[in-house]
């Protein structure tokens, strides 16, 4: 008992093929169309951005660093770390030399080279602890504001990286007062 006349009559028009459907419910994209030019221009400029602001940053200037490096109580335990020498930062070659002796089958050479491992290991833990409480001691007297939180982790592992590889690069050479 259904009537067809009335079914049809209420739409008006015929169901529109599903390609058809489709193409209408197509939003253009939210970026406009660029040339292969714009692209190239575009990854050109952001590579340049890229490149000035590392080049800041490895130049020490405040504005280009995370905000992990900012502030002056940083940029004072960056520079003390910087002006001496520590045992941390010549660690990765002693343990290569470390390394290099394990290979020889000679057990006292091999047990000297796990002994001098051991040795460097624990002499830059010490080390490490002697300079997070300096630094500490220096950060409460030279800015009394600023909070001493994680500032002697900081730079005990500023210490421990090898000079040439540290970021920001060193501002000041070893045993310079600044």
């Known amino acids: 008992m259904s009537n067809t006349s009335d079914a049809s009559s209420k739409k008006g028009r015929p169901t529109p093929k599903r390609k058809e459907a489709q193409s209408k419910r197509i939003v253009s994209s939210l970026a406009p169309a660029s040339t292969k030019e714009e692209k190239k ?3 050109e400029q952001s590579r340049a951005s890229r490149n000035a602001s590392r080049a800041a940053y490895l130049r020490g200037e405040e504005s280009a660093m995370p905000l992990r490096d ?3 109580a940083r940029r004072y335990v960056r520079n003390l770390v910087d002006a001496r020498r520590s045992i941390g930062e010549y660690f990765l070659p002693i343990i290569f030399v470390v390394l290099l002796l394990s290979v020889f089958p000679v057990p006292a050479l091999q047990y000297g080279a796990i002994a001098l491992m051991y ?30 939180k994680g500032l002697g982790l ?9 000079r040439r590889l540290r970021t920001p690069h060193p501002q000041v050479k070893p045993g310079e007062s600044f």
């Not at 080390?127 to 909070?147: A, Y």
């Not at 900081?154 to 090898?162: E, N, P, V």
């Open 119 to 148: 040795a460097v290991l624990l002499t830059a833990a010490i080390d490490g602890v002697f300079l997070s409480r300096k630094i500490k001691k220096e950060i409460r007297s030279r800015f009394p504001d600023s909070p001493t």
């Open 70 to 72: 900012r502030g002056p």
């Open 154 to 162: 900081y730079g005990w592992l500023r210490s421990t990286q090898m």
């Open 41 to 43: 221009r575009a990854r």
